[in-house]
């Protein structure tokens, strides 16, 4: 939904700070004299856009082309959105880098945050992302929604070995880390990093300045012919301050951030979600149910705020958004748009698309291409389990022993994975299941009877 602009901003609170056009959107939050608070900068997620786009100019239209996918996700949806009741699961691993060399974890100021400051913040996700009944991430608004969508620490690491889902790297070479410089976010991932169409990959570092949180846009890349690859797969992820990760863990200076909504708010940025003014003051977020806003809500209270975006109009803002800059005691929900906005993503992003396929997949990975059939013989259908490595094209073919081809499939940028195959029809008799990853090649017998 388009939503119109007009620059004018009506609001309860005192003190207003303008965004014009795609620019960096974090904004210094209000302070009550009474409120021990520094200004932070919630989010610098637009500001990395943009940071990214300057780098890469195809970005930009690996961005329009995601939008378009969207669309057409959406559209085939149709009225099937209001029934689709599928958990998506996705697997996260927390990259914890600091600087304290006795290593000890947990405790005040440390950047080494404990096992249970980030288990707590596991939790927080699920009770916003799933509207959890009994939880601060609950509410009775009709246009409130129940995502679909969970989070959980990752329990096998690349290797498929074991894993809590917890990494922790002591790095004494740079105290803290800047998301609007290019190289300190690929100095993090050089730091630590599991590949991002398999795990979310969550950042907590000690961050420059007075970011708290930034979450990666994702675009289709790789469905562009003849543009490069994207080549911010490395950084793909969330990174949040550890001053703020977790619930309940927050020194008294960043009070406003202490529910863990600010790492909620980046997963809905990884997710495709925009702030609900877009990139620019009464800009559009594609979401049809939230109102036209005209920026963030930059104060220490829960609202009323509004905006006149549409001449003549007068809307109250969804302050209680995570989409919003509101303090965290303010944020309680996704709408049924963005729920819907949220889901298209995860099937229109190649990237997103590979990692709710291989957190679904119990296959795992394989340094060569196999391929093996089941059941042997088959009546009606057969299933090829098939294990490489990484994200590849595969092809499916089944041959009969005279070479002609009787079946074939084709998987753009899938991981290792199950495909059926059906015989119904086939004559009896042997049959050869060929499947092809890349420049490999791998077969096995298949018996119709």
């Not at 600087?99 to 974890?105: A, E, G, I, R």
């Not at 980030?118 to 246009?143: A, H, M, W």
């Amino acid at each position: 939904m388009k939503k119109p602009v007009n620059r004018t901003r009506i609001r309860t609170t005192a003190g207003l700070l303008l965004l014009v056009g795609f620019v960096v959107s974090a904004r210094a939050q209000q302070v009550s004299p009474n409120a021990p608070h520094v200004h932070t900068e919630r989010c610098a997620s637009s500001g990395v856009e943009q940071l990214l786009r300057q780098r890469n100019p195809v970005r930009k239209l690996q961005a329009e082309a995601l939008e378009q996918k969207i669309r057409q996700v959406q559209l085939g949806m149709g009225a099937r959105q209001a029934a689709d009741d599928a958990v998506y699961r996705i697997p996260v691993v927390v990259h914890v880098v600091h600087n304290n060399s006795s290593l000890f974890v947990g405790g005040t100021n440390n950047p080494n945050i404990s096992d249970e400051q980030i288990k707590s913040q596991i939790r927080v996700l699920n009770e916003d992302y799933r509207r959890q009944s009994g939880t601060n991430g609950f509410n009775t608004n009709p246009i409130g929604s129940d995502t679909g969508i969970e989070f959980y620490l990752a329990t096998t690491d690349p290797q498929g070995k074991p894993t809590t889902g917890i990494t922790r790297t002591y790095y004494d070479k740079k105290a803290k880390f800047d998301p609007y410089v290019y190289d300190d976010l690929k100095l993090l991932s050089n730091i630590s990093y599991w590949p991002s169409n398999r795990y979310l990959n969550i950042w907590v570092a000690n961050l420059e300045g007075l970011t708290i949180g930034y979450g990666q846009l994702p675009v289709a890349a790789d469905t562009l012919k003849g543009l490069p690859d994207n080549a911010d797969e490395t950084i793909d992820g969330v990174v949040i301050s550890y001053t703020i990760f977790g619930a309940n863990a927050c020194t008294p200076s960043y009070k406003l951030y202490c529910q863990g909504r600010t790492t909620t708010h980046e997963i809905g940025h990884w997710l495709g979600l925009f702030h609900t003014w877009g990139f620019s003051d009464c800009g559009d977020d594609y979401i049809y149910d939230t109102p036209p806003t005209l920026n963030g809500n930059t104060g220490v209270n829960c609202g009323p705020i509004f905006s006149e975006c549409i001449p003549g109009k007068r809307t109250q803002n969804l302050v209680e958004n995570y989409m919003d800059y509101s303090p965290d005691v303010c944020m309680n929900m996704f709408t049924i748009g963005q729920r819907s906005r949220m889901r298209a993503v995860l099937a229109a992003s190649p990237r997103r698309q590979q990692l709710i396929a291989s957190a679904n997949n119990p296959l795992g990975e394989s340094d060569q291409l196999v391929v093996a059939v089941l059941p042997n013989p088959a009546q009606t259908e057969a299933t090829a389990e098939v294990r490489f490595k990484g994200s590849q094209a595969l092809t499916v073919e089944l041959f009969d022993v005279s070479g002609k081809l009787v079946r074939t499939q084709n998987l753009l940028n899938t991981v290792s994975t199950r495909v059926s195959v059906s015989v119904s029809g086939l004559p009896k008799g042997m049959y050869i299941l060929r499947a092809t990853a890349g420049s490999e090649k791998a077969a096995a017998r298949l018996v119709v009877n």
